[in-house]
């Protein structure tokens, strides 16, 4: 039955790497209109649901494979550092298909997703450790509900950070359109999200909203696509604009940075973040909470400022002061999106620094 598991969890990686390409793929053959919309081609739909239909049978393996570990063990399956990556790649998938995919329709979004998903997977496939029973430090049923409300807050942090990121991309774009066209933007405005893109500038030329996207942001971002779309997007030769029908871009240039007039708006994104992030601090303050009951059964203590729970405690501050600045000061837009940037970095270090290299009460979880 471990055997099975562990079969599927690599039979679930290979179907979300196929299903991130297929993404992707979507989006190289998807028409962007000057008005921003979005026209996808007869490849383009086909491959979005080829896509969809991967990662949906990816995210049936994944699960099967975490049922069976579990079944073999006879516990959860949290019980170590490979286990917890998993699953909270395969709670990440999961939530971008709902949420994303089905209930905001953000299909060209989850290219990304899958690929933050496949960067966990692979990172506790270097952290593999064979199906066991759990260490006996572990063995409470304050286990199964401290481990789990931590582990499921952190897949849905981790799309938070990915609309987070996202964000400032679409965002120091827009800017860029708005600084060109001469309209600007108000110190409330996220990014350029209100200025007519169309608009023209100063010396008479027209901006084109989605090419325009292109030409002022910096080909640092999106450098992670996969490198088999620079074939793709060269062999369509890139976006076809609604004015005239004109083919701009396409080869190397644009394949760096094609993704960006696919996505929404920056004012969309932050909103995004905001809510996901906002949905995931309860869970996550519930976590600690359990985490302090726990430590108080096992250790005599409910806190004791050992690193893992420093760490938590550092990541906790840095959301709450995120949802405090949106709440209380209206902070919108770059601002609270680099302490969101921030708190998700926390929650990294926590995650991986604390359990494989500071020694403390928690280094059992390595």
Request: net charge positive.
């Amino acid at each position: 039955m471990a055997e099975l598991s562990d079969a599927l969890f690599y039979t679930a990686l290979g179907l979300y790497a196929l299903a991130m390409t297929g993404y992707f793929f979507a989006m190289a053959f998807t028409r962007v209109t000057v008005d921003g919309g979005l026209s996808s081609t007869r490849a383009g739909v086909r491959a979005a649901r080829v896509a969809t239909v991967l990662a949906v049978a990816g995210v049936t393996a994944h699960a099967g494979s975490s049922v069976l570990r579990g079944i073999d063990t006879g516990r959860i399956p949290l019980g170590n550092m490979f286990e917890y990556s998993s699953i909270i790649a395969l709670l990440a998938v999961s939530g971008g298909l709902v949420v994303l995919q089905a209930r905001y329709g953000h299909t060209h979004l989850m290219g990304f997703v899958l690929a933050a998903a496949a960067l966990m997977m692979g990172a506790g496939w270097l952290l593999f450790v064979p199906a066991g029973p759990l260490v006996p430090a572990l063995e409470s049923y304050w286990f199964n509900i401290h481990v789990t409300a931590m582990v499921g807050s952190a897949s849905i942090f981790m799309l938070a950070f990915l609309a987070t990121a996202l964000y400032l991309a679409r965002d120091t774009a827009e800017r860029r359109v708005a600084a060109r066209s001469g309209a600007g933007f108000g110190a409330g405005t996220v990014g350029a999200a209100s200025v007519n893109l169309a608009d023209r500038t100063s010396d008479g030329t027209t901006i084109t909203s989605p090419l325009e996207l292109r030409r002022v942001l910096s080909p640092v971002w999106f450098v992670v696509v996969p490198g088999a779309l620079l074939a793709l997007y060269g062999w369509e030769g890139g976006i076809r604009g609604a004015a005239g029908g004109a083919v701009i871009g396409g080869g190397l240039g644009a394949w760096a940075w094609y993704a960006l007039p696919h996505l929404p708006a920056a004012a969309e994104l932050d909103t995004l973040a905001y809510r996901i992030t906002a949905f995931a601090m309860p869970i996550y303050t519930f976590g600690v909470i359990c985490g302090a009951i726990w430590a108080e059964e096992a250790w005599g203590r409910y806190w004791g400022w050992d690193p893992k729970e420093t760490g938590a405690f550092f990541t906790w501050v840095l959301y709450a002061a995120y949802l405090h600045a949106r709440a209380t000061y209206g902070w919108r837009g770059r601002r609270a999106a680099w302490i969101g940037v921030a708190a998700y970095v926390g929650l990294l270090v926590t995650y991986f620094a604390v359990n494989l290299v500071v020694v403390g009460l928690h280094s059992y979880a390595t």
